[in-house]
């Protein structure tokens, strides 16, 4: 069962280049409930996004460079994913409350 109790998982895509920041993401939302993902390239995002309809939205980490940020995001909105943009590195729980206010209660 997801937080909210439903069968489903809600699904989280984590788009970064620190691999060992995303694991560990990956292994605290996946702790809480959520299917994370981890998604390092602008192709293998656009690929996801494509295949999981159901996705609830995704998470934009501060790894991610001004020009590269802009593309993702956009390419995000092309597929109505709800984005979590985070500029500077966030703690373990401010994470999972942005994650339950902004992409799952919404």
Same mark, same amino acid.
Not at 29 to 40: D, F, Q, T, W
Not at 53 to 78: D, K, M
């Given at each position: 069962?997801?937080? @909210?109790g439903?069968?489903?998982?809600?699904?989280?895509? @984590?788009?970064?280049?620190?691999?060992? =920041?995303?694991? *560990?993401?990956?292994? @605290?939302?996946?702790?809480?409930?959520? =299917?994370?993902?981890?998604?390092? *390239?602008?192709?293998? $995002?656009?690929?996801?996004?494509?295949? +999981?309809?159901?996705?609830?939205? $995704?998470? @934009?980490?501060h *790894? /991610? +460079?001004?020009?590269?940020?802009?593309?993702?995001? +956009? /390419?995000?909105r092309?597929?109505? *994913?709800?984005?979590?943009? =985070?500029? +500077?590195?966030?703690?373990?729980?401010? $994470?999972?409350? $942005? /994650?339950?206010?902004?992409?799952?209660?919404?």
């Amino acid at each position: 069962m997801n937080p @909210l109790g439903e069968e489903c998982p809600i699904q989280i895509a @984590l788009y970064g280049h620190d691999s060992d =920041l995303l694991e *560990t993401r990956q292994m @605290l939302l996946r702790s809480h409930g959520y =299917l994370a993902v981890k998604i390092e *390239t602008l192709d293998a $995002l656009r690929t996801y996004l494509a295949a +999981n309809q159901i996705s609830s939205g $995704l998470v @934009l980490c501060h *790894t /991610v +460079n001004g020009s590269e940020r802009a593309r993702v995001v +956009n /390419v995000a909105r092309s597929h109505d *994913t709800k984005i979590i943009s =985070l500029s +500077n590195p966030i703690d373990p729980k401010s $994470l999972l409350r $942005l /994650v339950a206010s902004d992409l799952v209660a919404s």
